[in-house]
């Protein structure tokens, strides 16, 4: 139930122009100190993006959010897959980690 939630809150946050998608974009803006409230990566993307965002979130003290698939999280953003998400708004941020800490 929640898990349909978060993919609905995913879709209003791309709307609200408050989605980064890609890793390309999410590195770079992760980099940007500040900009990313929250990271949200595949659980099935591949071991090295796994690692290369878990220590640049840990570097940068972004949050993480191990969460869905690579097909849903293109699907729910309008995209093809996406392995990495980055949400730049405080409050879409804060209550999709609400909501994953209740699955």
Known sequence: MNENKIYSLLS???????LITGEFG??????????????ILAADSSQNTKKK????????NVKLLMFGNLEMLGQKTGKEKRAVL??????????????????
């Open 12 to 18: 209003l946050c791309m709307k609200a122009g408050e």
């Open 26 to 39: 999410c590195e770079n803006a992760v980099r940007e100190n500040g900009k990313v409230k929250l990271l």
């Open 53 to 60: 965002f878990t220590n640049l979130t840990s570097h940068y």
């Open 86 to 103: 980055a949400v730049t708004s405080d409050g879409f941020a804060d209550k999709i980690l609400k909501l994953a800490s209740e699955l």
